[in-house]
């Protein structure tokens, strides 16, 4: 975060809440980024605002600057404020914009991308308190114990690079086996169109498809592997057979990514994980089939 600059000696300095420079009084809400499983795959997050202050506060806006992103991720309240009591954590959710992509990194490598190292996520809290008139606002350095931003940000990135050579999608209707043991799921693959003015024509591959907490591989069916997508290509699909990969009582009730098929692909010089994810008609296909071959035991 840039430091605040310093004042003529003959100037009063205006008031404000302490932000993160200042060590005499730590701001009254801190802040943590988060992401729960059923959030993955939906392009938003959760802050995580902790009332360290002693007394009520009123949040009126959150907001979040982070340079891995082309704008602030934002909390938009549905109606009123938010009351925050002491020591209380609650999660605010928000979407994130478009990531700001630099060149090519594998998305499961532990360093962050270029940028996150020389400015932290810097939060924006907007609240009133009780006895006070009008908002304040106050800009606490944001926590991100598990690196939900550097993940987010290079999924992204990935996804794009992904998307402009092809839209990759699993088509609605599943195919069950007469024995119910197992089914077919397709995975439709339709390269974008070249633009024709000149002659680098992008690609990439589908190194694998890996299974999922609901559906995996048959041992004698595998899935393909090295597929190879082209700009200009024929529309192709990718029939997998599957079968339940776990069949205890919570495997159904209890899913929040049974049903994202996650592709490890190489393209644009970044290598990482995509996930395909079964439209509504779909998921519920794959749950009652799921249920049904598991007893059949």
Request: charged residues 20%; proline residues 11%; hydrophobic residues 40%.
């Amino acid at each position: 975060m840039a430091a605040v600059p310093v004042l003529a000696a003959c100037t009063a300095p205006e008031s404000r809440e302490p932000g993160p420079q200042d060590s005499a009084e730590p701001p009254p809400v801190t802040v943590e980024v988060g992401q729960p499983r059923d959030q993955y795959g939906k392009q938003a997050i959760q802050l995580l605002l902790t009332n360290v202050s002693g007394s009520s506060l009123t949040v009126a806006a959150a907001q979040l600057a982070s340079p891995l992103f082309q704008g602030d991720i934002q909390w938009e309240p549905s109606g009123g404020g938010l009351e925050l009591p002491p020591g209380q954590p609650k999660s605010l959710p928000a979407r994130l914009p478009a990531p700001v992509c630099g060149p090519g990194q594998s998305s499961t490598q532990q360093s962050p991308p270029p940028g996150s190292t020389t400015q932290q996520p810097v939060a924006t809290v907007k609240y009133s308190a009780a006895g006070q008139a009008g908002l304040r606002e106050v800009a606490p350095v944001a926590a991100d114990p598990f690196g939900v931003l550097e993940r987010n940000n290079l999924e992204l990135c990935l996804a794009a690079d992904a998307a402009a050579v092809a839209d990759i999608a699993l088509d609605p209707r599943l195919e069950v086996a007469p024995d119910s043991r197992t089914a077919v799921v397709s995975l439709v693959i339709t390269p974008k169109g070249t633009d024709g003015a000149g002659p680098d024509v992008r690609s990439m591959t589908i190194a694998s498809i890996a299974g999922t907490t609901l559906i995996a591989e048959p041992a004698d069916d595998p899935w393909p592997r090295n597929v190879r997508v082209t700009q200009g290509a024929p529309r192709s699909e990718l029939h997998l057979r599957i079968r339940p990969a776990r069949c205890d009582a919570h495997a159904i009730a209890e899913d929040k990514v049974g049903t994202l098929l996650p592709l490890h692909v190489n393209v644009g010089g970044r290598e990482g994980q995509v996930k395909a994810a079964a439209g509504t008609a779909l998921r519920g296909q794959i749950y009652d089939f799921v249920a049904a071959a598991c007893a059949r035991g």
